[in-house]
């Protein structure tokens, strides 16, 4: 029984969670307030790209996954 009512709980924590969530996504974007991803990355600059210390994996990798 004890494992049951754990699951239960969890489920309604992730749910309650999920819930919250939506909540705040569509009271900021009704309050047109700038969300985190925008200030997250104001200092970005892509690498794609060979240079001269990296081997063809890494480039390639660089090529496929902007963020690295």
Known sequence: ???KL???LVIGVLSLSIVATGVAAISQ?????PGGSTNAFSGFSSQIGET???SKAVS???LVCPFH
Do not use: L, Q, R, T
Not at 29 to 33: D, G, H, L, R, S
């Open 60 to 62: 390639a990798f660089k």
């Open 1 to 3: 029984m004890k494992p």
């Open 6 to 8: 754990v699951a239960i």
């Open 52 to 54: 001269d210390d990296d």
């Open 29 to 33: 974007a009704v309050a047109e307030e």
